[in-house]
């Protein structure tokens, strides 16, 4: 089985709120990231998790915090974000930093 | 510079009409080359892994191949559930960052 989880599918939020975007997988990887791409463009990177340890994070603004409280589930938690933040937001496992990444279905995220 | 290009960056097909997408790389040393597929609103699909110059992989129309400068994905006898974005990745050495870089994806569109 391949299959990473994101809820919710859906999010519509306003730029005072706090929320959260959710990530799971049941495969035993070690690596889990986190995505953002926007219409017609490439998925870029915001965070990567090795061994629920931040090891990469891409000069995102500090209104984005992830978290990974277990191998199994990441979180990314929003807050005072803006218009343009709004996109596809994706999570990714993979075995290692080596190989390739299994992607989730993604949560779209409006900011009004 | 590290760099991925796909083209065409759009393909129109008729049902049958057999084609190749195009993914050229420059990286200081390439240790895995990755093709997903994308349908609109949803999360990449993993398809390939391609790690030596020479190999091939294949899966049911779809075969891809790697040299050391560039990779194809052939389309042999398309149908009109093969449309879709298809993006190319790259993950350079020393790899173990897990940092994918990305091509801007051909968007293959398939008529019947």
């Known amino acids: 089985d391949t299959e990473v989880t994101q809820t919710p599918k859906h999010l519509v939020m306003g730029m005072t709120n706090k929320k959260s975007l959710k990530c799971e997988q049941h495969m035993g990887h070690r690596a889990m990231y986190w995505y953002k791409q926007k219409a017609k463009k490439p998925p870029e990177l915001m965070f990567v998790?090795?061994?629920?340890?931040?090891?990469i994070n891409e000069s995102v603004p500090s209104r984005f915090s992830p978290e990974c409280p277990n191998s199994s589930l990441l979180n990314l938690h929003l807050h005072a974000l803006q218009p343009e933040d709004s996109a596809l937001y994706l999570c990714a496992s993979s075995q290692s930093g080596q190989v390739e990444q299994y992607f989730g279905p993604g949560t779209r995220l409006t900011v009004t | 510079e590290d760099q991925v290009t796909q083209s065409p960056e759009a393909l129109r097909l008729q049902e049958g009409e057999s084609s190749s997408l195009n993914c050229s790389y420059t990286v200081s040393g390439l240790r895995g080359l990755f093709w997903y597929r994308q349908d609109p609103g949803k999360g990449p699909e993993f398809l390939f892994t391609l790690y030596s110059a020479g190999e091939e992989k294949e899966k049911e129309r779809l075969k891809a191949t790697l040299t050391k400068k560039e990779s194809f994905l052939h389309i042999t006898a398309p149908k009109p559930e093969d449309s879709a974005t298809y993006l190319c990745?790259?993950?350079?050495?020393?790899?173990?960052?897990?940092?994918?870089?990305f091509g801007q994806g051909t968007t293959l569109q398939v008529k019947p």
């Open positions: 998790y090795s061994y629920e340890k931040l090891s």
């Open positions: 990745a790259v993950l350079r050495t020393p790899g173990n960052t897990g940092k994918l870089i």
